[in-house]
């Protein structure tokens, strides 16, 4: 049986040296800072820049993070690539790693149909020995996993669950509807807005990747709710909405949260993708960490 992945994962950045090289001692740092807040790992993912990672780094990331996380957490490593044959070549090496679970995000730039879909993630699920989640996140692939699909998916003693991350609490909610009777089948919530609601109403865990930013304020919404408290995790949601807000008003948020870490002081370099931040944003990111973080 899997191991139930519960609680806040943090959807960690992957730190990067002066030359833009991977910086791994900065890796165990932030790993270490998450999990002294409580948070498990997601590693890998879009705040983990993987569609700047090469497979040699995508396995570098997940071995540091397990190694530092050294069982006291989950750790959930992002695998999914635009054609099945590389998707399952690469879940292939991290499995071996000691992951708890992997995700797959949907094919990209290519559109799917829904057969399409449940073809390619049974392939991989048959391919691998490492527990799977499906990762919605439509607005970046173009390929949205239908409510329908997930439950078809829910069937394979593989796939044990789906990290929503469609960004509506109608996308959440359809799919919490749709498996609700699936025993072993959990949904993963990804939009930091949604946490407090998504413990609410059945999800067993987020995946958040403000809490690069907030880990303590992040990890207080699921804290609170697992110790029956909802009221004060609504409150610790409220609490964070306007960081949430204002930071991801500035930039494209995988990049926001990485510069806000900076200037917070720590070393995780810049990101390699093209997005720039010209002095007036850069003020911007202290102002909301100094209103809201300190």
């Known amino acids: 049986m899997s191991k139930k992945i519960c609680g806040v994962l943090t959807a960690i950045v992957t730190p990067f040296d002066h030359d833009g090289g991977l910086n791994l001692k900065e890796l165990r740092n932030q790993v270490n800072r998450q999990l002294n807040a409580g948070n498990g790992i997601f590693c890998g993912g879009t705040n ?74 049974t392939a991989i699920a048959d391919a691998l020995s490492v527990p799977v989640f499906l990762y919605n996140i439509p607005a970046r692939t173009g390929n949205t996993i239908e409510p329908e699909t997930a439950r078809v998916l829910a069937a394979h003693p593989n796939i044990i669950g789906i990290k929503d991350s469609a960004g509506s609490y109608e996308s959440l909610s359809s799919f919490l509807d749709a498996v609700k009777d699936i025993e072993g ?49 609504h409150e610790a949601q409220e609490s964070v909405t306007g960081l ?48 809201y973080l300190r």
């Not at 609601?197 to 303590?216: E, W």
């Not at 990485?258 to 003020?283: C, N």
């Open 48 to 121: 983990g820049e993987f569609f700047v990672l090469n497979e040699e780094e995508k396995i570098a990331v997940t071995r540091t993070c397990v190694e530092e996380v050294a069982g006291r957490a989950n750790v959930v490593a992002h695998i999914g690539e635009i054609s099945t044959r590389e998707t399952i070549r690469l879940g292939k090496q991290i499995e071996k790693l000691g992951v708890d679970a992997v995700s797959v995000i949907t094919p990209y730039f290519v559109p799917l149909k829904q057969q399409e879909l449940i073809d390619h993630y």
């Open 185 to 233: 089948f959990d949904v993963l919530n990804g939009p930091d807005s949604l946490i407090h609601q998504g413990f609410v109403d059945g999800c067993s865990a987020c995946i958040s990747g403000l809490a690069n930013v907030a880990p303590k304020e992040i990890n207080a919404i699921w804290a609170r709710f697992k110790a029956g408290d909802v009221v004060g995790s």
């Open 244 to 291: 949430r807000t204002e930071l991801y008003k500035v930039a494209f948020s995988p990049a926001a949260v990485k510069k806000a870490l900076q200037i917070m002081g720590h070393e995780v370099g810049a990101s390699r993708y093209a997005v720039t931040f010209d002095a007036h944003q850069e003020r911007q990111i202290q102002q909301i960490i100094n209103n």
